[in-house]
């Protein structure tokens, strides 16, 4: 590698790696920053290291965690006893979550969850277990997403070094 890839290489991975905390950090874009960075070494090194067949992975990998993020949300609220109002509230309250940062990404789930749950019918415990569904939801949806972007960054790594 000459100097100005190895420049380029760096200058990526710490763009990946902010990507890494954008997991947890809402005003950061996760795995879609991450693929940004593939596909920007991509354009920048012609293709020839990480190839266009991997840029369309990482680009399915970068949908499905945005897929996972409501899905898993949806599926907390459904585990713990919550009806599809409540894991609709849930989602409608990442949605809205996501304009308030982190605060509002952890509360508004479950605010949203227990508030569509009480305005169904339920009555509070249950609606409170929806609640506690759609924040174990979010956790779990943080989990794979982390794990998906460390995969992504493994292999860039590997594929650009090895």
């Known amino acids: 590698m000459s100097f ?3 420049l380029i290489f760096i200058g990526i991975l710490i763009i990946m790696l902010v990507g890494l905390t954008g997991v947890f950090l809402p005003i950061i874009p996760g795995v879609p920053l991450i693929f940004g960075g593939a596909l920007l070494y991509g354009v920048l090194s012609g293709f020839k ?6 840029i369309f992975i990482f680009a399915g990998l970068t949908v499905f965690s945005f897929i996972i993020d409501y899905l898993a949300n949806y599926l907390g609220v459904k585990k713990m006893g919550g009806g599809g109002t409540g894991a609709i509230g849930a989602v409608i309250g990442l949605i809205i979550g996501i304009f308030f940062g982190l605060v509002g990404i952890v509360i508004l789930p479950f605010l949203f969850a227990v508030l569509f749950e009480l305005i169904a019918g339920k009555k509070g415990i249950p609606a409170l277990k929806a609640g506690s569904g759609a924040f174990l939801g979010l956790l779990f949806g943080g989990l794979i997403k982390f794990i998906l972007g460390c995969t992504m960054i493994g292999i860039f790594v590997w594929r650009v070094l090895f």
């Open 4 to 6: 100005s890839e190895i």
């Open 49 to 54: 290291k990480i190839t266009v067949n991997l």
